[in-house]
């Protein structure tokens, strides 16, 4: 089956605007990841949904970012007033959401803010 | 505070040689790890893992060992190939508290010359 996939793969804002981000799971997959990589830098965790539980979102740098999810399904990382330190690859990552799983992830979307 | 450390950012390799790549965390919690390979533009992909009831794991040309007491993994790539040339990052999670999170290094690049 198709893996995940990610849109746009390449966006360039000016900053203070806001940006959404789109991520679609690997059907069936109930966890859902998001990441940010800064250039030259590893893998930053942002937020986690598992099934129907209320997200783990210790890894969300500040209050302009913000996602959701839709059931099992589709996710949106929305950044509000975005500033040039958010310019990043942000990854999503889905899994059968059990212990151990393997997290497929997405190619991402690289976000320049200028 | 950096949980999981990849201290060394490169590493270049002779083909047909042995590649390490080395790991260390402080999070006495953690109980799984993994290990991911990515090339420029495309997101992660799984390579290996190894539990913490374990001290090695073997997966054709590559091997996690893992030092409980020392908190510290490494892979090794034997023989190395110029299709292994990309960045490495190993991941930890703590499964028994019950999250599914991974905690991600900052990667090490290899680039294994022929």
């Known amino acids: 089956g198709a893996g995940v996939s990610q849109s746009p793969s390449n966006k360039v804002t000016e900053k203070g605007k806001d940006v959404e981000l789109r991520c679609d799971p690997i059907?069936?997959?109930?966890?859902l990841y998001w990441y940010r990589q800064r250039l030259g830098q590893g893998l930053e965790f942002l937020i986690y949904f598992q099934g129907n539980s209320a997200p783990d979102k210790s890894g969300l740098p500040s209050d302009r970012f913000s996602a959701e999810r839709t059931g099992e399904s589709v996710s949106t990382l929305t950044i509000q007033r975005t500033q040039q330190e958010d310019s990043a690859v942000y990854l999503c990552?889905?899994?059968?959401?059990?212990?151990?799983?393997?997290?497929?992830f997405g190619p991402g979307t690289r976000l320049l803010v200028l | 505070d950096q949980q999981v450390k990849q201290n060394s950012p490169s590493l270049s390799v002779q083909e047909g040689r042995i590649s390490i790549l080395n790991c260390d965390y402080t999070?006495?919690?953690?109980?799984?790890f993994l290990w991911y390979k990515k090339y420029p533009a495309e997101g992660p992909t799984f390579l290996i893992s190894i539990s913490s009831i374990k001290d090695k794991n073997e997966d054709g040309r590559f091997t996690v060992f893992l030092n409980k007491s020392a908190k510290h993994l490494s892979l090794h790539i034997v023989p190395s190939q110029p299709g292994d040339s990309a960045v490495y990052f190993c991941?930890?999670?703590?499964?028994?508290?019950?999250?599914?999170?991974?905690?991600f290094g900052t990667g090490t690049r290899l680039k294994v010359l022929a």
């Open positions: 059907s069936g997959h109930t966890a």
């Open positions: 990552a889905s899994s059968l959401g059990l212990a151990r799983e393997t997290q497929y």
């Open positions: 991941a930890a999670s703590a499964t028994r508290s019950g999250t599914y999170k991974y905690i």
């Open positions: 999070n006495s919690m953690f109980d799984y």
